[in-house]
């Protein structure tokens, strides 16, 4: 497989069994018509609070978990058809997920080189111990962890969040990622070196690695990635290019994130953006906005259908009955 130019999900579905009996068995739907593309070189960041099913989206083009339905193609390929099956090992290493607790992906006993010569021997078999450790010192060297012969050595209670976040990038790029796939790499870290990741992530997209970069904060998607898609409840309620989403927000969910986004050295009072009400979980059986019951825009239609996209510019795309 040569490098991956773009990654694309069409209209994916994903269900849980979450319970009920021998003949009616009960679902949940983690995700719902979700459609979006990842391009080499380019993030494209994940945003909504917990449970609007950004991991699962993740899990599911990283081939850990199945979609019910839809498609996912890299480079026009669909990935679920027999002929790509032989190329999963090669995907497997191309598309990589990182976590947001990097010491719970790491070993204690053992050190950093340990856990990079092992991937890289899983994905390059044929590379000699002296090949393996130079790309191992590379590998660090280019995250950031110099200098890199010291780092190898160490052990992972030795390092920083920071510098543990760093070697999960690294074993990634040392088995020759194209795509990652970060699942809130940075919200377990200290606020202070949260930027140094980033920056690393966006200097990395200059050498092609594309992104997709899944957080609850909405700021740090303005500020990393090229394109943004709101979920909620496992919808993409709104998407487009980052600067329009953020700065013009249409769906009121989507303003409401904004509106929670403290503002350096500002504190006003700001009008209610929702009503107080749980997140819904939806099955298959659910109809309607998933954000109905708590818009404070709701209407009738709203509760009984899920809007259609709405496209509002170029790049930027809503799914709301206001529209
Ligand atoms: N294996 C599973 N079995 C049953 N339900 C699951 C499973 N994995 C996820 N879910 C449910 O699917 C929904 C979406 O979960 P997911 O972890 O994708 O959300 P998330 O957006 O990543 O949330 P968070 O921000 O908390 O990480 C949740 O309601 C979750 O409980
Ligand atoms: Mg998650």
């Known amino acids: 497989m040569s490098d991956i130019a773009e990654i694309t999900v069409e209209d994916m579905v994903i269900d849980f069994p979450v319970g009920g009996g021998l003949f009616r068995k009960q679902y949940l739907r983690a995700a719902n018509g979700v459609s979006l593309t990842l391009r080499a070189g380019e993030a494209l960041a994940i945003v909504g609070e917990?449970?609007?099913?950004?991991?699962?989206?993740?899990?599911a083009i990283a081939r850990i978990n199945m979609p019910t339905s839809g498609?996912?193609?890299?480079?026009g390929a669909e990935i679920t058809d027999p002929g790509f099956r032989q190329s999963q090992r090669d995907y497997a290493a191309k598309v990589q997920m990182i976590f947001q607790d990097p010491?719970?992906?790491?070993?204690?006993?053992?050190?950093?080189?340990?856990?990079?010569?092992r991937?890289?021997?899983i994905h390059a078999p044929k590379l000699?111990?002296?090949?393996?450790?130079?790309?191992?010192?590379?590998t660090l060297e280019r995250v950031g962890l110099s200098p890199a012969a010291q780092t190898a050595d160490k052990f992972p209670y030795e390092l920083s969040g920071g510098q543990r976040q760093r070697v999960a990038i690294a074993r990634a790029l040392a088995v020759g990622a194209r795509f990652i796939l970060a699942d809130?790499?940075?919200?377990?870290?200290?606020?202070?070196?949260?930027?140094g990741i980033l920056n690393l992530m966006d200097d990395m997209k200059r050498d092609g690695i594309g992104f997709m970069y899944i957080t609850h904060d909405i700021a740090t998607a303005r500020y990393f990635a090229e394109r943004t898609a709101v979920m909620y409840v496992g919808h993409m309620v709104e998407w487009g290019e980052s600067d329009s989403v953020t700065q013009s927000p249409r769906h009121p969910?989507?303003?409401?994130?904004?509106?929670a986004v403290p503002e350096a050295g500002?504190?006003?009072?700001?009008?209610?953006k929702a009503k107080k009400a749980e997140i819904p979980m939806r099955t298959p059986e659910s109809r309607g906005c998933p954000f109905a019951g708590r818009c404070l825009k709701v209407m009738d239609r709203c509760h009984a259908d899920m809007p259609p996209i709405t496209q509002l510019q170029e790049d930027h795309y809503v799914r709301c009955h206001l529209y």
């Open 128 to 138: 000699s111990s002296t090949e393996v450790d130079e790309r191992i010192i590379a």
């Open 50 to 59: 917990s449970g609007s099913g950004k991991s699962t989206c993740a899990r």
């Open 103 to 117: 010491f719970g992906s790491l070993n204690p006993v053992h050190t950093i080189r340990h856990h990079l010569a």
């Open 119 to 121: 991937p890289i021997r």
């Open 266 to 272: 500002i504190r006003k009072t700001r009008e209610r």
């Open 71 to 75: 498609t996912i193609r890299v480079d």
């Open 184 to 195: 809130e790499p940075i919200s377990m870290l200290d606020v202070s070196i949260r930027l």
């Open 253 to 259: 969910y989507t303003q409401l994130l904004i509106s």
